[in-house]
């Protein structure tokens, strides 16, 4: 059975860092590419990031240079970390992966992100 855990949001002033996780299980999980999207209120779903099975990173441009996903497959985990964070990187931040013909998402975890 697949589960996926997000965990790591809060409230945080702006200019300030947070950092996320999501734990996967039932999954090879190294194989994966592993996402991170975010949707604020009122807004679609959008994608934030990615890291693929090989280390390969890729990012919006409304986040280069603040935030860093990373993984760390012997936990089967993967994080985001973000700094400088704006009022606009408010949302609910959900990870995101392919498996075995599936679509998983977590269930969210809320970045609050105040001015």
């Known amino acids: 059975q697949v589960q996926v855990v997000e965990s790591g949001g809060g409230l945080v002033q702006a200019g300030g860092s947070l950092r996320v996780s999501c734990a996967a299980s039932?999954?090879?999980?190294?194989?994966?590419?592993m996402r991170w999207f975010r949707q604020a209120p009122g807004k679609q779903r959008e994608w934030v990031a990615d890291?693929?099975?090989?280390?390969?990173?890729n990012y919006a441009d409304s986040v280069k240079g603040r935030f860093t996903i990373f993984r760390n497959n012997a936990k089967d985990a993967v994080y985001l970390q973000m700094n400088s964070l704006k009022p606009e990187d408010t949302g609910v931040y959900y990870c995101?992966?392919?498996?075995?013909?599936?679509?998983?998402w977590g269930q969210g975890t809320q970045v609050t992100v105040s001015s």
């Open positions: 995101n992966f392919f498996f075995g013909g599936v679509n998983y």
């Open positions: 890291i693929t099975s090989g280390g390969r990173l």
């Open positions: 039932g999954i090879i999980f190294r194989i994966n590419t």
